[in-house]
């Protein structure tokens, strides 16, 4: 039995994900983006916290249905034209709805109503979906998480946990009252309370809990067999959706995993393993009707970051190790302060059949990243894509009758100025994958993480390479990557790593990187004074050891604020050369709206600047991110700190290197004309049809003229982890 896939299998299916041919089997590409704030009364306040949790659709593919737990609401969107997806409204509940599920007019919601974790109570409602009315609601004596409804349409089955309070004796179960599963039966879309049967998941010896089941998550299948996960538990059990009689009951087993990063700390290290590891799953699904999948996210002491296969009799098909994690971490998405819990935490699944293929995707919570698997693959599922989603993933739905695929992804920043939640629409159709834009090579051991990508420089001789850097994020791990711009994506192809003495160099913060000529490298590290983290242009030779640290003058530190050096680029060779960096924001001696564009001149040890004027934000900051010289110009990536539809400013513009005359530091500075060269907005909004990230933050020239850009991910931490990679259009 293949248990996991091979390295080499990976980094094709990475490759070729974004290499297929118009002629090839056709991709998922994502076409649109939803904010749920957008489904917000219009009463309410527009920065009340909204979310997509759990989400379906309408059996005619039109019309996607949602559970808003902050809201106390269920939501609709109308995706008639899945390009251009509407709000249409939420029913407000006397609860928190936890799951959501359709069958013919109606949808079928489970509603929490609970006082405490010892006295749990919800019922299920039902809702007609053309009057947004609820019509009907059955008691469920208890709280519920999952709901399902059979493929006939004949029962709608909840998942009972009674969760347990994380808060008492450190979340130990069990927690009284026990949990169970309730099945309803269905009439002509109706359910009919009076049917309502309980099915008690208690006495399982094989359950770390056996009297406190907690039912996670459930499925039905063609045969109405309903299949359990009990997360705390780690256990499984298939029921008789019919008469409710419990045929199977096991445990979920534990995974041996290697090459993982097992320990939070500013670096990416692939090196770790760990043993007996429960999988603790989450979502289940079924892939026929002897196969269910399941999502190993952990919860309670487990997590092994992947997802297994088992038949409906327990025996395991499929085990997947680290091979997801490790794919997730080969694109960036790689959440490294949750390397010492549970990794990219696989939590949701969503399963369907587009044409011949049947399709497993599997939804990284904390990757924020769907895999795409073929399932028709004999000895096991073969990824093929990867793709890009929003914050926290939570639940998607597959809707082959329209080539559509839909994510919910529960995060919302809005009330904290950050993006809000959304719901992401994807097409399967001819064409080319549009992510991943950049990776690395996922059979090299150790893998090469990355992330925070925060500069850019090209190699003078070859045009197809090129240089990034890492910022702060990784202080533990401050890296140079080399880039093979020809591949697509774009191929990490090894990392230098910043030294001091041989040692990994802390207190740094790369924002820019500009090649030396002689095979070492020029950095530009942006301090800090309220975390004694200092500002300095750093040299390091080609093993990536520091040679020089250079400091900013006394008479320039005396005005400084956190917001330094963006970025770092060379005019000239030999006594003529001459350093220019980016400063980000105004510092005290600036005048408002005004930054510095400094110089330094490495053979007599001068410095001086010139001054530049920003553009005028709509809201937040303007600052700038980058500056590259190439021929009789500088080019400076200027952005607001804006995300979503609020960003309006992610622009390039060039100043003539004429007028680039610096004046002594202290002295009134000379204010230099700028150009608009490219509004990068546009380009990042099409890259991948999502919301527009707010971190450009690397800008290059190659040798052949092609310019680069490049976004920072922020290391997947309240971010949704997309590093945008792509070539701008311009002329010299």
């Given at each position: 039995?293949?248990?996991?896939?091979?390295?080499?299998?990976?980094?094709?299916?990475?490759?070729?994900?974004?290499?297929?041919?118009?002629?090839?089997?056709?991709?998922?590409?994502?076409?649109?983006?939803?904010?749920?704030?957008?489904?917000?009364?219009?009463?309410?306040?527009?920065?009340?916290?909204?979310?997509?949790?759990?989400?379906?659709?309408?059996?005619?593919?039109?019309?996607?249905?949602?559970?808003?737990?902050?809201?106390?609401?269920?939501?609709?969107?109308?995706?008639?034209?899945?390009?251009?997806?509407?709000?249409?409204?939420?029913?407000?509940?006397?609860?928190?709805?936890?799951?959501?599920?359709?069958?013919?007019?109606?949808?079928?919601?489970?509603?929490?109503?609970?006082?405490?974790?010892?006295?749990?109570?919800?019922?299920?409602?039902?809702?007609?979906?053309?009057?947004?009315?609820?019509?009907?609601?059955?008691?469920?004596?208890?709280?519920?998480?999952?709901?399902?409804?059979?493929?006939?349409?004949?029962?709608?089955?909840?998942?009972?946990?009674?969760?347990?309070?994380?808060?008492?004796?450190?979340?130990?179960?069990?927690?009284?009252?026990?949990?169970?599963?309730?099945?309803?039966?269905?009439?002509?879309?109706?359910?009919?309370?009076?049917?309502?049967?309980?099915?008690?998941?208690?006495?399982?010896?094989?359950?770390?809990?056996?009297?406190?089941?907690?039912?996670?998550?459930?499925?039905?299948?063609?045969?109405?067999?309903?299949?359990?996960?009990?997360?705390?538990?780690?256990?499984?059990?298939?029921?008789?959706?019919?008469?409710g009689a419990v045929k199977a009951h096991f445990s979920a087993g534990t995974v041996d995993l290697t090459g993982i990063d097992t320990e939070k700390g500013g670096k990416l290290d692939f090196t770790g393993s760990l043993n007996d590891v429960p999988r603790e799953p989450?979502?289940?699904?079924?892939?026929?009707?002897?196969?269910?999948?399941?999502?190993?996210?952990?919860?309670?002491?487990?997590?092994?970051?992947?997802?297994?296969?088992?038949?409906?009799?327990?025996?395991?098909?499929?085990?997947?190790?680290?091979?997801?994690?490790?794919?997730?971490?080969?694109?960036?998405?790689?959440?490294?302060?949750?390397?010492?819990?549970?990794?990219?935490?696989?939590?949701?699944?969503?399963?369907?059949?587009?044409?011949?293929?049947?399709?497993?995707?599997?939804?990284?919570?904390?990757?924020?990243?769907?895999?795409?698997?073929?399932?028709?693959?004999?000895?096991?599922?073969?990824?093929?894509?990867?793709?890009?989603?929003?914050?926290?993933?939570?639940?998607?739905?597959?809707?082959?009758?329209?080539?559509?695929?839909?994510?919910?992804?529960?995060?919302?920043?809005?009330?904290?100025?950050?993006?809000?939640?959304?719901?992401?629409?994807?097409?399967?159709?001819?064409?080319?994958?549009?992510?991943?834009?950049?990776?690395?090579?996922?059979?090299?051991?150790?893998?090469?993480?990355?992330?925070?990508?925060?500069?850019?420089?090209?190699?003078?001789?070859?045009?197809?390479?090129?240089?990034?850097?890492?910022?702060?994020?990784?202080?533990?791990?401050?890296?140079?990557?080399?880039?093979?711009?020809?591949?697509?994506?774009?191929?990490?192809?090894?990392?230098?790593?910043?030294?001091?003495?041989?040692?990994?160099?802390?207190?740094?913060?790369?924002?820019?990187?500009?090649?030396?000529?002689?095979?070492?490298?020029?950095?530009?590290?942006?301090?800090?004074?309220?975390?004694?983290?200092?500002?300095?242009?750093?040299?390091?030779?080609?093993?990536?050891?520091?040679?020089?640290?250079?400091?900013?003058?006394?008479?320039?530190?005396?005005?400084?604020?956190?917001?330094?050096?963006?970025?770092?680029?060379?005019?000239?060779?030999?006594?003529?050369?001459?350093?220019?960096?980016?400063?980000?924001?105004?510092?005290?001696?600036?005048?408002?709206?005004?930054?510095?564009?400094?110089?330094?001149?490495?053979?007599?040890?001068?410095?001086?600047?010139?001054?530049?004027?920003?553009?005028?934000?709509?809201?937040?900051?303007?600052?700038?991110?980058?500056?590259?010289?190439?021929?009789?110009?500088?080019?400076?990536?200027?952005?607001?700190?804006?995300?979503?539809?609020?960003?309006?400013?992610?622009?390039?513009?060039?100043?003539?290197?004429?007028?680039?005359?610096?004046?002594?530091?202290?002295?009134?500075?000379?204010?230099?004309?700028?150009?608009?060269?490219?509004?990068?907005?546009?380009?990042?909004?099409?890259?991948?049809?999502?919301?527009?990230?707010?971190?450009?933050?690397?800008?290059?020239?190659?040798?052949?003229?092609?310019a680069y850009a490049v976004t920072d991910n922020d290391g997947v931490d309240d971010s949704s982890g997309e590093t945008l990679f792509f070539t701008v259009p311009m002329k010299m």
């Open positions: 039995m293949k248990l996991r896939l091979s390295g080499a299998a990976l980094t094709a299916a990475l490759l070729a994900s974004a290499a297929i041919p118009a002629s090839a089997d056709p991709v998922f590409n994502r076409i649109a983006v939803f904010a749920v704030n957008e489904n917000l009364p219009a009463d309410m306040d527009a920065a009340s916290a909204t979310s997509a949790e759990i989400i379906t659709a309408t059996e005619d593919g039109n019309m996607l249905v949602y559970s808003d737990s902050p809201l106390e609401a269920v939501g609709f969107i109308d995706i008639a034209d899945p390009r251009a997806p509407k709000a249409a409204g939420t029913i407000k509940l006397e609860g928190e709805p936890t799951s959501v599920a359709v069958s013919g007019a109606k949808a079928f919601v489970g509603v929490n109503t609970s006082e405490s974790f010892t006295a749990p109570s919800g019922f299920l409602g039902v809702i007609d979906i053309a009057s947004k009315t609820l019509e009907a609601q059955c008691d469920l004596g208890g709280q519920p998480d999952s709901v399902a409804v059979s493929p006939d349409g004949s029962i709608v089955a909840v998942a009972i946990e009674n969760e347990r309070d994380e808060d008492l004796n450190d979340g130990e179960i069990p927690q009284m009252p026990a949990g169970d599963l309730v099945i309803i039966s269905l009439k002509d879309g109706v359910a009919d309370c009076a049917t309502t049967k309980h099915v008690a998941m208690t006495g399982f010896e094989e359950l770390t809990a056996p009297s406190d089941p907690e039912p996670e998550f459930i499925d039905i299948n063609d045969e109405n067999e309903i299949v359990v996960t009990m997360q705390e538990n780690n256990g499984i059990a298939i029921v008789d959706g019919n008469t989450d979502t289940v699904k079924w892939l026929d009707n002897d196969r269910f999948v399941i999502a190993n996210e952990g919860d309670y002491k487990g997590g092994s970051r992947g997802f297994s296969i088992f038949s409906d009799t327990g025996e395991l098909l499929h085990e997947a190790g680290a091979s997801f994690e490790r794919a997730v971490a080969s694109i960036g998405h790689f959440p490294d302060k949750r390397a010492g819990k549970k990794g990219v935490e696989p939590e949701g699944l969503i399963v369907g059949q587009y044409g011949d293929t049947n399709y497993l995707f599997v939804m990284s919570e904390r990757g924020s990243v769907v895999g795409v698997y073929n399932d028709n693959v004999q000895d096991a599922p073969e990824l093929v894509q990867l793709l890009p989603s929003g914050i926290g993933p939570e639940s998607g739905v597959a809707i082959p009758a329209r080539n559509l695929l839909v994510t919910a992804n529960e995060e919302d920043l809005g009330p904290d100025g950050g993006v809000r939640a959304h719901v992401m629409l994807y097409a399967y159709e001819e064409g080319e994958a549009d992510y991943p834009q950049i990776a690395s090579d996922v059979s090299r051991d150790p893998l090469i993480g990355f992330g925070a990508l925060s500069g850019l420089a090209a190699d003078p001789a070859d045009a197809s390479k090129l240089y990034a850097v890492n910022d702060s994020f990784y202080s533990g791990q401050p890296s140079v990557f080399i880039i093979d711009a020809s591949k697509k994506p774009a191929l990490i192809t090894d990392a230098i790593r910043v030294t001091r003495n041989g040692e990994p160099a802390e207190k740094l913060d790369l924002e820019g990187v500009a090649v030396d000529g002689n095979g070492g490298f020029w950095l530009a590290s942006e301090g800090n004074p309220d975390k004694d983290v200092p500002h300095a242009v750093l040299h390091i030779d080609g093993t990536g050891e520091i040679t020089e640290t250079i400091d900013l003058p006394e008479e320039l530190l005396a005005n400084q604020t956190r917001f330094g050096m963006e970025g770092i680029t060379t005019v000239g060779e030999g006594d003529d050369l001459t350093l220019w960096m980016a400063v980000q924001r105004e510092w005290a001696d600036d005048a408002k709206g005004f930054v510095k564009l400094l110089a330094y001149t490495p053979a007599t040890g001068a410095w001086g600047a010139v001054s530049y004027p920003l553009e005028t934000p709509e809201k937040g900051w303007m600052g700038l991110s980058e500056i590259t010289a190439n021929g009789e110009n500088v080019y400076i990536v200027e952005r607001d700190n804006q995300i979503g539809a609020a960003a309006k400013v992610k622009k390039l513009f060039k100043v003539s290197l004429a007028d680039m005359k610096p004046a002594a530091i202290g002295s009134e500075l000379p204010v230099v004309e700028k150009q608009e060269v490219v509004d990068l907005l546009p380009l990042m909004k099409s890259a991948t049809n999502g919301y527009v990230v707010d971190k450009i933050e690397g800008f290059t020239i190659a040798a052949d003229g092609t």
